[in-house]
């Protein structure tokens, strides 16, 4: 398939207004998988892009998936200096990124963000984010580390320094065969395969929000998106929200629907373009089959989740 890249455009005020100085050094890359059968992108993941430019990053998205660009998605991108480019759907995000680095986006990049589509958001503006994170001096971090499976950090959203990008196993993890593998087989190799290697590099692994040391965790480990989702928004420690929470709520976490409640007015972001996700997409067959011991523990964590911030929020504070 033929790839399609937009030269950049000069940036106004008034499309985005950019952090001074933004977080990332100059140069840096933000690699972006969404999948876009339709080759559109929809407006709350355009919200999202609008927010990447903010970090002072380079940004390339890739629609896989898509046969061809929709014009509106190829104005958008144009008119921001978003490069965009579509491909045949495969190997999921891991299978797009591998794609956008072989083409060479990123040999001089100081940092390269990876990210994808399957959150809503943000809710908070990103550079504050990053910069509580110390993003420009950490060689790895990410938005979310969990003791899930293995500790890991969750892929959505991880940045890398390019000294940290080649060493051995991580440069091993990208030489991946991704696009043989199943959905399974890249969440193994693919998501906790990268934090494994950032450990066996050396690396350590840094996030705006993490469980690898909390006792509870260590006992019963749990996605953080799904069992802490109430305080991330709240504090705009990590101000996103999963698609997967909202959409098939795999663990039948109790009271989603106070997510309505928690985006901030002056954040941007017009919480009917989450409903009408919702709408659009019904809930997905399950991939994860939880226990009644895993349901009761989801249930139990986020309903003290929930009594605690009834009686008021706290300032959020890196972790």
Partial sequence: MQSVSISPARITKK??????????????????????PSGDLPVHTRFYLKNLLTCGTILHVVLSGADTIHPRTLNFCNNLGIHVWNRENGGLDFGAWQFLLE???????????????????PFTPLPPVLDAL?????????????????PHLQSWFIGLSQSAFRTAPVQRVFSLPFQEMSRDEIIWHGELGLSVALKA???????????????????????????????????????????ELLRDNPFQVPHLNDWQTLVPAES????????TYLSQHPARPRSIHPTRKG??????????????WQKGPRQGSER
Wanted: positive net charge; charged residues 20%; contains cysteine.
């Fill in 15 to 36: 499309q985005v207004e950019r952090a001074s100085p933004p977080p990332l050094p100059t140069g840096s890359v933000c690699l972006f998988a969404s999948y876009a």
């Fill in 103 to 121: 083409k060479g986006l990123a040999e001089e990049a100081p940092y390269l963000l990876f990210a994808n589509d399957s959150v809503f958001g």
């Fill in 134 to 150: 110390s993003a420009s001096q950490r060689p790895a971090w990410g938005l979310v580390a969990s003791r899930a499976i293995t």
């Fill in 201 to 243: 590099g050396g690396i350590p692994l840094h996030a705006a929000w993490s469980d690898l040391d909390k006792p509870v965790s260590r006992l019963f480990p749990a996605n953080p998106m799904h069992i802490c989702w109430r305080e991330m928004v709240q504090t705009g420690t990590v101000p996103f929200l999963k698609q």
């Fill in 268 to 275: 941007g972001f017009n919480p009917d373009w989450i409903r």
């Fill in 295 to 308: 349901r009761a523990l989801y249930g139990f964590m986020n309903r003290l989740d929930r009594l605690k």
